[in-house]
């Protein structure tokens, strides 16, 4: 079946510090992978995503690397700013319906 | 990228009447429709697909004669919350996809808290 597991939350980081939010799936076929973000009261926004294997997905600093031999698609910031706080989910598609991770809730403090 | 419009982003309904809910692509013709349940800090769960046109289909759990879900137009999906309850209350968001963005992408409205008193 399909399923997206990622790295549980909450986690805490200092300003200009390194992110990492992993995500590993499971599928029948060669979904693409996305990540989302949510902030306080909002919708989910694309953040970045990658569509075939070995593709890597990059939007405001934030970058993924769809790994086809370990399923993942880990989440990778180099200096995460407070802005930055808000919630990440990872999610898969394969054409039918998108799978979410439980979602990674991020505070950046001062 | 495409734009999806949910209306309206919070209500607050007496417990036994009903609540609609707006999704609308802006600029694009969505063919399919997702509906979404969040519970405070988990994630997100699909309560049904909707393809324009047709009935929507429901997912395990989900009461189809309580969500009424319409998709009569390429641009318009509504979900009503019959005969609300407080335990309805929830954050409801929907997705709409694009038959050319199957696999690629769906866009997501603002969504909607729904308090039920």
């Known amino acids: 079946g399909n399923s997206v597991t990622q790295m549980e939350g909450p986690v805490t980081l200092s300003e200009e510090a390194f992110l990492t939010i992993n995500c590993t799936y499971t599928?029948?076929?060669?979904?693409?992978l996305f990540w989302y973000v949510q902030y306080p009261g909002e919708g989910l926004q694309l953040l970045l995503k990658a569509t075939k294997a070995d593709d890597k997905g990059s939007n405001k600093g934030f970058e993924a690397t769809y790994r086809k031999e370990t399923t993942s698609f880990h989440l990778e910031k180099g200096s995460v700013q407070v802005s930055d706080s808000a919630v990440y989910f990872c999610?898969?598609?394969?054409?039918?319906?998108?799978?979410f991770g439980t979602g990674t809730s991020l505070t950046v403090i001062p | 990228g495409a734009v999806v419009s949910q209306h309206p982003s919070w209500v607050i309904c007496k417990s036994g009447t009903s609540v609609k809910i707006e999704c609308r692509s802006l600029d694009f013709q969505a063919t399919t429709m997702f509906w979404y349940r969040q519970f405070p800090k988990q994630s997100l769960m699909l309560m049904a697909t909707?393809?324009?046109?047709?009935?929507?289909?429901?997912e395990q759990g989900v009461e189809k004669d309580k969500f009424l879900i319409n998709h009569a137009s390429l641009t318009l999906s509504t979900l009503t919350v019959t005969s609300a309850h407080p335990e309805d209350s929830s954050f409801y968001i929907c997705s709409a996809q694009s038959r050319a963005a199957r696999n690629t992408e769906a866009f997501f409205g603002q969504g909607t808290r729904l308090t039920v008193v």
């Open positions: 599928a029948t076929g060669y979904p693409s």
């Open positions: 909707s393809n324009e046109g047709s009935k929507a289909t429901y």
């Open positions: 999610a898969s598609n394969t054409g039918n319906q998108f799978y």
